[in-house]
């Protein structure tokens, strides 16, 4: 069973960037669709970017453009550069590892970090 583990984020402001990273904490992410949700209060966790093993990337529409998703399986990690943050980006994001092939629009599939805050403030 593979643990995500997060870093990264922070407070911004509007128009500024942020990066965030995943490592597993045990195992690999090698074979696994890695990808990033995030968590508003009172809201259901929402996909925001996907890279599947072979490197195919998914973006959120709100997003496209601003962020973007990479992985770096010699170095075992996934992560998000986000650009241009809008105070809606605010939310706990979660990085997620799945098996392959499994949709985006499962919010409750696979194995997910503890999360980590970002905060944009306009």
């Known amino acids: 069973q593979v643990q995500p583990v997060e870093s990264g984020g922070g407070s911004v402001q509007a128009g500024g960037s942020l990066g965030l990273s995943c490592a597993p904490s045990?195992?690999?992410?090698?074979?696994?669709?890695l990808g990033w949700y995030r968590q508003t209060p009172g809201k259901d966790r929402e996909f925001v970017a996907g890279?599947?093993?072979?490197?195919?990337?998914t973006y959120r529409d709100s997003v496209r453009g601003r962020f973007t998703i990479s992985r770096d399986d010699a170095r075992n990690t996934v992560n998000l550069q986000m650009n241009s943050l809008r105070s809606e980006d605010t939310a706990i994001y979660y990085c997620?590892?799945?098996?392959?092939?499994?949709?985006?629009?499962?919010?409750?599939?696979?194995?997910w970090g503890q999360g980590t805050q970002v905060t944009v403030s306009s």
């Open positions: 045990r195992r690999t992410f090698y074979n696994y669709d």
């Open positions: 890279i599947r093993w072979n490197g195919g990337t």
């Open positions: 997620n590892a799945r098996p392959r092939g499994q949709m985006w629009s499962r919010n409750d599939y696979g194995y």
